[in-house]
T-cell receptor
Framework: ETGVTQSPTHLIKTRGQQVTLRCSSQ?????VSWYQQALGQGPQFIFQ???????GRGNFPPRFSGLQFPNYSSELNVNALELDDSALYLC???????????FGQGTRLTVV | AQTVTQSQPEMSVQEAETVTLSCTYD???????LFWYKQPPSRQMILVIR??????QNATENRFSVNFQKAAKSFSLKISDSQLGDAAMYFC????????????FGTGTRLTIIP
């Protein structure tokens, strides 16, 4: 297992609600990326944080937002949840310029 | 925009045999990395092997090797001596060597190992 941990592992929310997912990056890593993996699909890039600043964003609406903290842990916030937001959310940490990204085990979000 | 295509949704192989998973990609860049990731039922993405585009030599990691054809934009994964623990989803991924270094994934191939 890598040193990247995500919480919670599973979550059920109602449409319209807000959710916060958390990621603790591997020691020494200053970059965190978030991905959404819908059932039967490959992960899709949501955004990346480097040294507490957003450093690139995929094709996701503004209701997907994030934070990175001084200890390089990170949060993914999703407002006004929609049924299509149901997916596995993966966090990956890395050191800038290093080719390998280490993934957490993901948070399975179900929106009902 | 970069795209990654995996045309084999499912593959199966007898234990101890060899299997090849296919991947093609599209990019206008010349400096990039390609990866194969394994995702078992535990959901955690595990790096299997990586290839740097400017290296002509194909990468090898124990039983795993790649066939990298840069001109054809093809990047296949060969698994030799398949083991039961190799059963998983396999994703091909691309990463440019600049900018935010995001990964672009294919849709995956589900590999089943037949005992």
């Amino acid at each position: 297992e890598t040193g990247v941990t995500q919480s919670p592992t599973h979550l059920i929310k109602t449409r319209g609600q807000q959710v916060t997912l958390r990621c603790s990056s591997q020691s020494g890593h200053n970059t965190v990326s978030w991905y959404q993996q819908a059932l039967g699909q490959g992960p899709q890039f949501i955004f990346q944080y480097y040294r507490e600043e957003e450093n690139g964003r995929g094709n996701f609406p503004p209701r997907f937002s994030g934070l990175q903290f001084p200890n390089y842990s990170s949060e993914l916030n999703v407002n006004a949840l929609e049924l299509d937001d149901s997916a596995l959310y993966l966090c990956a940490s890395s050191s800038k310029g290093n080719t390998e990204a280490f993934f957490g085990q993901g948070t399975r979000l179900t929106v009902v | 925009a970069q795209t990654v295509t995996q045309s084999q949704p499912e593959m199966s192989v007898q234990e101890a045999e060899t299997v090849t998973l296919s991947c093609t990609y599209d990019t206008s860049e010349s400096d990039y990395y390609l990866f194969w990731y394994k995702q078992p039922p535990s959901r955690q993405m595990i790096l299997v092997i990586r290839q740097e585009a400017y290296k002509q030599q194909n990468a090898t990691e124990n039983r795993f090797s790649v066939n990298f054809q840069k001109a054809a934009k093809s990047f296949s994964l060969k698994i030799s001596d398949s083991q039961l623990g190799d059963a998983a989803m396999y994703f091909c991924a691309y990463r440019a060597n600049f900018g935010n270094e995001k990964l672009t994934f294919g849709t995956g191939t589900r590999l089943t190992i037949i005992p």
